[in-house]
Every structure is written in structure tokens, then in C-alpha cells.
Nanobody
Framework: QVQLVESGGGLVQAGGSLRLSCDAS????????MGWFRRAPGKEREFVSAISLSGGSTYYADSVKGRFTISRDNDKGTVYLQMNSLEPADTAIYYCAAAPVVAGMQQRYDYWGQGTQVTVSS
């Protein structure tokens, strides 16, 4: 098993940046593909980004492409989501998750963190 803890959320003005971190403990994350998802107020949780086990392949939702960057440091057991040019529509709780293989579907992910709140003011 792996335990995931997100951090780095907060309140930021539109156009600003935040970097989210997801720290893993337990089983090494190098055996998992990792993903970021978010749940906006009144909406269902949606895919944001994913990264393969080695970090060689990355995937993004169209809504964040060109603004967000996912990366991982397997030695540190940490996955990052750099978020630039933030918009009010990015306001959500952000979750990291671990899956055996990289995927955009939430059902493929076995382990989830508790989430970190990101609020973007206009």
C-alpha cells in the first residue's frame, strides 16, 4: 500500500501560480503511475494530469494544457503539479492518486490522498 498526502494549496489571485506536492509513504511510488484530479464546487471529480512510472510520459486535460506541468521525483517519493496562469475556474480540491499504469480514468487509481484546496480569486 501507499499513503498519499497533498500540500501546497492555498488562495491565489488569477494569473498567479501554485505548486502542489504529493508525498508518498509506504510502498515506493516508482511502482505506480501518478495522477492529479480535482473536484470543483458542485461538480464531479475530474482528471487533471497523469505521469508514467518513469516520468517519461505525461498527460493533461485540455483545460490545463500549457498551464500545468506534472513531474515526479521517485527518490523523494514526491509528485508535483506546477500550476501557472491560474484562473477562477481552477478553484477546486486537488487530489493525487496512484495507479498500476498511467490512466485518465479515476477507476484505474487504487490509492488517493485527502486533497488540498486551491482557490483562485478574480
Amino acid at each position: 500500500q501507499v499513503q498519499l498526502v497533498e500540500s501546497g494549496g492555498g488562495l491565489v489571485q488569477a494569473g498567479g501560480s501554485l505548486r502542489l506536492s504529493c508525498d508518498a509513504s509506504g510502498r515506493s511510488i516508482e511502482t505506480y503511475a501518478m495522477g492529479w484530479f480535482r473536484r470543483a464546487p458542485g461538480k464531479e471529480r475530474e482528471f487533471v494530469s497523469a505521469i508514467s512510472l518513469s516520468g517519461g510520459s505525461t498527460y493533461y486535460a485540455d483545460s490545463v494544457k500549457g498551464r500545468f506541468t506534472i513531474s515526479r521525483d521517485n527518490d523523494k517519493g514526491t509528485v508535483y503539479l506546477q500550476m501557472n496562469s491560474l484562473e477562477p475556474a481552477d478553484t477546486a480540491i486537488y487530489y493525487c492518486a496512484a495507479a498500476p499504469v498511467v490512466a485518465g480514468m479515476q477507476q484505474r487509481y487504487d490509492y488517493w490522498g485527502q486533497g488540498t484546496q486551491v482557490t483562485v480569486s478574480s
